[in-house]
Nanobody, 126 residues
Framework: QVQLVESGGGLVQAGGSLRLSCAAS????????MGWFRQAPGKEREFVAA??????????ADSVKGRFTISRANAIAKTTAYLQMNSLKPEDTAVYYC?????????????????WGQGTQVTVSS
């Protein structure tokens, strides 16, 4: 059974940085895209960033382009996805979720991801 575990969330002041990590185990996630989504209170879950299986192709939401960077490390029996978040804004406050894609190429749609982590809270104070 594939399991995704996020870490690295917390409270940070506006303009600060955080690095989220997502450890995927229990399956060969090296061959699948990975994505980050977020959900703020009262809002729908939204796409943040995604990366293809090799790390050679990435995609970002317009709201985070130039500030966030997604990357991944493929190892034997373990895949780790990262989200480096710089120049954080209060509107970035949300629960951030890591997800594994259904295919090797990434998608902007949450319906193209079949395994999800439990989420990690990111709070940006003004």
């Amino acid at each position: 059974q594939v399991q995704l575990v996020e870490s690295g969330g917390g409270l940070v002041q506006a303009g600060g940085s955080l690095r989220l990590s997502c450890a995927a185990s229990g399956g060969d996630s090296n061959n699948y895209a990975m994505g980050w989504f977020r959900q703020a209170p009262g809002k729908e879950r939204e796409f943040v960033a995604a990366i293809n299986w090799s790390g050679g192709s990435t995609g970002y939401a317009d709201s985070v382009k130039g500030r966030f960077t997604i990357s991944r490390a493929n190892a034997i029996a373990k895949t780790t996805a990262y989200l480096q978040m710089n120049s954080l804004k209060p509107e970035d406050t949300a629960v951030y979720y890591c997800a594994r894609g259904r295919r090797s190429t990434y998608s902007y749609s949450p319906y193209e991801y079949d395994y999800w982590g439990q989420g990690t809270q990111v709070t940006v104070s003004s």
